[in-house]
């Protein structure tokens, strides 16, 4: 096994840094033989030989936390990335991941092939497990790979899990040499392999979300799905014959795994119209009005819909949520007419996000809560609000990621792909598309405008400059007062807890010291953040316009948000002058 020894991966615990396994830095992901220092909370660029000492840690934490883990065991999923040059890919990640766990008798729910994200923590749920694995980088470059840990409730662990899981990994600095047998996931009795029960019962779980299985049968709508190199197709099929629908047109280019994802610039279909290039074509070709896309490990699904032969509409994911969370609405009412039900009715979004579902409980009556960036605070609320009786019936973030219904904890591609066609045909039957069905939301609730981007920057300490500069904007402790000609009313800083809107100056969120992020509420109504990113090298920029119902001049709500933006990224971030990397696609 030493010919691994220099093979690189990201070890991804949720919101883990797991510093001095390399050298007293901390290391941020990069090429598979070139590290870059950095101090990203979500990921790591460790040796491949610290994987199995992660594991070890992990399992030492849960043996603590949980009396009965020698019968509730833990279950191990994995996508298709590979490194052809070392001969390491996800499967064999994940087999070493179960010979950690088989070593020291602990049952482990191996699946026999690749499975999209959301099946593990559905899994763990299901089988009552005590904890999972996800081995998987999801849409970040071919050279990495990673994984996603998940606690008894399905959700990403979040603290004091993640801290505790860190502090037993620092112990753990020597892997036990019976765990790189990755043939015990062949021979021990206490491996079995969920795939067939968990397959079967997700699907027959989508019922929880579907409304209107007859009127599916009979849809005319074409779709066109692509998985983008990932695990996604054959589910995505599944999912659409559960509902009722043909199964949807695959892009025969990306149907297939395919590691070097050869055919897009990048596996985020995030990115928009120039990655789903082939989607596109092969939607106009086939007459199909619907292009689907998700991602690598099909956690998160982008949606394209054609307005005339020659233009299509790519929806941003705050777009894609207005519509998803306008119809999980419209159907959560037709089953619970009292009004009093809506007391213990929740949606809920990460603070990044667009504000839009707080309009919709605004005017509706329900609850809306918002929580820090990334899917484990949704899935840590969502348990929360469990406990006291109440139901999330809808959740997402902005980058594409979204939740229906409460089979899964944590976002769901391929959930979501069915739910946008039921909602698509069901729109097609009232003479409506989904574009239009949106001005119509927007016209009830007011007009939702956001723009999300990004600037790259390779240096942690220039990202560290830049957020002290603005700490400390015109003296000590002062953040900026205007933006585009706008005055500054609010400022909300979570990396040092302060919130200029609370009458203790103290944010109601929690605060996240090992992340960078900044909210600026001008007072034209326009909610700018800025953040660093979890998993990427990224210093990311939101800005919204909340406009009220009533006020419908989109360009100038445009130009106005468009101006405020610019000026943000400038004054701000000073790209040039930091020498960061523009968004090129």
């Known amino acids: 096994?030493?010919?691994?020894?220099?093979?690189?991966?990201?070890?991804?615990?949720?919101s883990i840094v797991i510093p001095n396994l390399v050298s007293k830095s901390k290391f941020w992901y990069r090429n598979k033989l070139t590290v870059s220092h950095g101090s990203y909370r979500h990921g790591l660029i460790v040796p491949f030989f610290s994987h199995s000492s992660s594991?070890?840690?992990?399992?030492?934490?849960?043996a603590r936390s949980f009396p009965d883990?020698?019968?509730?065991?833990?279950?191990?999923?994995?996508?298709?990335?590979?490194?052809?040059?070392?001969?390491?890919?996800?499967?064999?990640?994940?087999?070493?991941?179960?010979?950690?766990?088989?070593?020291?008798?602990?049952?482990?729910?191996?699946?026999?092939?690749?499975?999209?994200?959301?099946?593990?923590?559905y899994a763990v749920k299901r089988l009552g497990a005590a904890a999972g694995v996800m081995v998987t980088a999801s849409h970040n470059p071919k050279e990495d790979n990673g994984y996603k840990v998940y606690w008894h409730n399905g959700a990403q662990i979040s603290s004091p899990n993640d801290k505790e899981i860190l502090k037993c990994i620092e112990e753990s600095s020597e892997p036990w040499s019976e765990s790189w047998n990755e043939s015990l996931a062949d021979n021990s009795p206490l491996r079995s392999d969920p795939l067939r029960e968990i397959s079967k019962k997700y699907m027959e779980d989508l019922s929880s979300v579907c409304f209107h299985r007859e009127l599916n049968t009979k849809s005319p709508l074409k779709f066109v799905h692509s998985s983008f190199h990932g695990v996604g197709h054959d589910y995505v099929?599944?999912?659409?014959?559960?509902?009722?629908?043909?199964?949807?047109?695959?892009?025969?280019?990306?149907?297939d795994p395919d590691p070097n994802f050869s055919t897009v610039s990048c596996p985020n279909p995030e990115e928009g119209e120039s990655v789903l290039e082939l989607s596109l074509r092969l939607a106009e070709?086939?007459?199909?009005?619907?292009?689907?896309?998700?991602?690598?490990?099909?956690?998160?699904?982008a949606v394209a819909e054609q307005s005339d032969r020659c233009r299509w509409k790519v929806f941003t994911g705050n777009e894609l949520a207005a519509l998803l969370g306008w119809w999980m609405l419209f159907n959560w009412k037709e089953t619970h007419?009292?009004?009093?039900?809506?007391e213990r009715m929740y949606m809920l979004a990460t603070t990044v996000s667009s504000k839009i579902l707080k309009a919709f409980a605004r005017i509706e009556g329900f609850h809306f809560e918002e929580t820090l960036p990334g899917f484990k605070w949704i899935g840590k609320k969502i348990h929360e609000l469990a406990k006291t009786g109440n139901e999330v019936i809808f959740a997402f973030e902005e980058s594409i990621g979204f939740l229906c219904g409460s089979m899964v904890p944590d976002k769901d591609g391929v959930s979501a792909a069915v739910v946008v066609a039921e909602m698509a045909s069901y729109l097609y039957n009232k003479n409506l598309t989904l574009h239009q069905q949106l001005e119509n939301i927007f016209e009830t609730y007011g007009y939702h405008i956001s723009t999300t981007s990004y600037v790259i920057c390779h240096d942690p300490p220039t990202v560290k400059r830049i957020f002290t500069r603005l700490r400390n904007f015109e003296g000590e402790n002062t953040y900026p007062r205007s933006s585009g000609g706008h005055s500054i009313v609010d400022v909300r800083d979570v990396t040092t807890g302060y919130d200029s809107s609370q009458p203790d100056k103290l944010c109601v969120l929690p605060m996240t010291k090992s992340s960078q992020m900044i909210t600026f509420t001008l007072q034209n109504g326009i909610v700018a953040t800025l953040r660093t990113s979890g998993t990427e090298p990224k210093i990311k920029f939101y800005t919204e316009f909340c406009a009220p119902p009533g006020k419908s001049d989109i360009s100038s709500l445009e130009e106005e948000l468009k101006k405020v933006t610019d000026t943000l990224v400038e004054e701000f971030l000073e790209p040039d002058k930091n020498n960061l990397i523009r968004r090129s696609i």
């Open 1 to 14: 096994m030493l010919l691994l020894g220099y093979h690189l991966s990201i070890v991804m615990l949720s």
């Open 55 to 62: 594991l070890q840690g992990m399992y030492k934490y849960l």
């Open 69 to 121: 883990f020698g019968s509730r065991g833990i279950v191990v999923g994995y996508d298709t990335r590979a490194q052809e040059a070392s001969g390491c890919n996800s499967e064999r990640l994940a087999r070493l991941t179960a010979a950690v766990m088989l070593c020291k008798d602990i049952p482990v729910f191996l699946f026999s092939t690749y499975v999209p994200t959301p099946f593990v923590p």
């Open 237 to 255: 099929q599944q999912a659409f014959r559960a509902f009722g629908f043909p199964p949807p047109i695959p892009v025969p280019e990306q149907k």
């Open 285 to 301: 070709r086939e007459n199909a009005t619907i292009v689907m896309a998700t991602d690598p490990d099909a956690d998160r699904l």
């Open 337 to 342: 007419p009292d009004p009093a039900d809506r």
